[in-house]
């Protein structure tokens, strides 16, 4: 296959793919189940959007999304790899069905200052989205595999941060090298992925079976989950009623704010972590590699359903009824003088210790202010903080950003504790390793596409190697390493109506699809679709950017919708002069 001027991709001579075509065309002519075995015999990138979506940012915001809403927002997630399924489609049918590079499209068809942000908003995303890869491939090392071994911390900071991070890029590296280069290599590394993702998937899922068989899951409860409350956008979940309304009237409004404002950040990072913007840079760029045209438009639709919809709804309902079950409303153990069976004092976990005092001490600057807290001595502070009530202290213990070595623990009813952590660990690592890897990937595919040279060779590596930035995330993130994911999520939600918008105008562009324009009822559906998913992307966008940034946000979305007008009037003013 060669890249010509134009942006198109030639596959004529490709026998590979006059193989794969003919036997689509085959299949067809003898009936639905010639076609669906076809199309199982060749999907693909639907796979491959599947191993990035199931990394962990949708880990982290299933969790966290169960400890916090309970079931209440299972619909939320479906819902957004639907809406998000709708647009990939949309990008896949316009690549397939004319070969062009998207980018390259965009600016001739659209508007350049849609292409242009597209792109560097990708690269922006995969930049951001690998400092928590790397906190949680971290943390799955240090916490899961290696603590859970000899119960005490192998390799203290910040030397332990150091030598396995490094560990973990030069693996990251290495496997990048391995999809450059094709052979044994990629194929090696795809299986190794999916056996992670696969594990802790199917774990998640056996705890679900057994706290089901046992009787601990309310299905009637975990039912309504799916019909949607945006209440829980203003208010928390009921759950939180009877606690909140044991602390004192004048502090309840400190809780209140925190439940509902975690929640908020959770929920958009779900929706985001469903389709990120980079996954709709990756997409059609991996068909157009893999030689599919105009032929395989039905293929891409059928790919995107089983192999990305279905792992992704399965996985994430798991984590999230297993979360809920076991977390929603709970106080961490040990911060409220609990025993355990032989009459001993429940310690708390030591990562858990350091947030839950912030909490409390940020509950007692709120009623006394932040200033009159720090003029105060350190012995009268510490008797103020003993004193706090027991409702509070509860609360903080509820809403103490748990870690995957707490979260672990979720598996422990299944398997134990040692082996639970052993496929936790591995799980995240693997998810971990899997996301950084197709950051590079991704990251190396849009620098060459900035360059406008192919995508292989040194500025592939130098792209590729940008996202070695991500390596200092464990550094600068001392909170739960699995919360680092939700306020990255919150971020990429902001760009992801980039794409939407952009890929909405492309479908409508008759310059561009000439013929393959769809027409009638079925441009009547694809538009319908489109601009609801778009709508609610920019929705999220508008809402995170208000809800951040206020003013400040929505004078940087006006900008650069202005600085769009004003670029399309003069290309107009332009080609009419001409």
């Known amino acids: 296959m060669k890249d010509n001027s134009a942006g198109h991709i030639d596959i004529s001579m490709n026998p590979r793919i006059q193989k794969d075509r003919q036997l689509i065309i085959e299949s067809r002519r003898k009936g639905k189940w010639a076609t669906l075995g076809a199309f199982f015999r060749l999907s693909g990138p639907g796979w491959l959007q599947s191993a990035i979506t199931l990394g962990g940012g949708s880990l982290s915001s299933s969790l966290y999304l169960g400890v916090l ?3 209440s927002f299972l619909w939320l997630q479906p819902l957004a790899m639907i809406l998000g399924i709708i647009m990939l489609s949309a990008i896949g049918y316009v690549t397939l069905s004319t070969g062009q590079r998207p980018f390259r499209a965009i600016n001739e068809h659209v508007n350049p200052v849609l292409g242009w942000v597209w792109l560097i908003a990708s690269m922006m995303a995969n930049l951001v989205w690998s400092m928590p890869q790397f906190a949680l491939g971290t943390a799955a090392i240090q916490q899961n595999l ?53 594990m802790i998937v199917l774990c998640f899922f056996g705890v679900v079976i057994k706290m ?132 001993q004092v429940v310690q708390p976990a030591g990562n858990l210790v350091g947030p839950y005092n912030n909490l409390i001490q940020k509950r007692l600057m709120y009623e006394i202010g932040a ?68 950051l590079m990937l991704i990251n190396g595919l849009c620098f060459c596409e900035m360059l406008n040279l192919p995508a292989r060779g040194r500025p592939q590596r130098i792209g590729s190697l940008m996202v070695s930035v991500g390596i200092l995330g464990p550094f600068f993130w001392k909170d739960a390493k699995l919360w680092l994911a939700v306020p990255t999520s919150v971020f990429t939600m902001v760009l992801l109506p980039i794409a939407y918008f952009t890929f909405y105008l492309l479908m409508n562009q008759k310059s561009l699809l000439g013929d393959n324009m769809p027409t ?29 940034l206020k003013f400040f946000g929505i004078g940087i979305m006006l900008a650069f919708i202005g600085l769009a007008l004003i670029v399309h009037l003069v290309r107009r003013t332009t080609k009419r002069s001409v």
Not at 152 to 178: N, R, Y
Not at 385 to 391: E, H, L, Q, R, W
Not at 427 to 434: D, E, H, N, T, Y
Not at 537 to 544: I, L, R
């Open 69 to 71: 809403v309970g079931f």
């Open 146 to 198: 290696l603590r859970s071994v000899v119960g005490t911390e192998v390799m203290p900071d910040p030397w332990g941060k150091i030598v396995v991070g490094s560990a973990i890029l030069a693996v990251a590296i290495t496997f990048v090298m391995f999809y450059n280069a094709g052979g044994w290599g990629v194929k090696l590394f795809e299986i190794i992925v999916k056996a992670m993702v696969g």
């Open 212 to 343: 089901s068989v046992e009787g601990v899951l309310d299905w009637s409860r975990v039912l309504r989950g799916f019909v949607p409350d945006l209440r829980l956008l203003f208010r928390p979940a009921e759950t939180f009623g009877p606690f909140l309304g044991a602390v004192e009237p004048t502090c309840r409004a400190f809780w209140t704010d925190i439940i509902v404002a975690q929640q908020r950040d959770v929920m958009i990072s779900a929706a985001s972590t469903a389709v990120g913007i980079n996954m709709t840079f990756l997409l059609p760029y991996s068909m157009l590699r893999k030689g599919w045209d105009r032929q395989f438009r039905g293929l891409a639709i059928f790919d995107l359903s089983t192999g990305l919809f279905i792992p992704f709804v399965l996985a994430t309902g798991c984590v999230v009824i297993a979360s809920a079950s076991q977390f929603h409303a709970t106080p961490a153990a040990g911060f409220l003088g609990e025993v355990n069976r032989q009459g």
């Open 371 to 438: 200033e009159a807290f720090e003029a105060m001595p350190e012995a009268q502070r510490a008797e103020r903080i003993g004193s706090i009530a027991t409702a509070d202290r509860k609360m903080a213990a509820m809403l103490v950003k748990r870690d995957a070595f707490n979260l672990a623990d979720s598996l422990a009813p299944l398997t134990g504790r040692v082996f639970s952590h052993y496929i936790f660990g591995i799980g995240v690592l693997g998810m971990a390793m899997g996301a950084i890897t197709m």
């Open 520 to 548: 009638g009822l079925r441009r009547v559906a694809w538009n319908v679709l489109m601009a609801v998913a778009a709508g609610m992307a920019g929705f999220g966008s508008v809402w995170t950017l208000w809800s951040k």
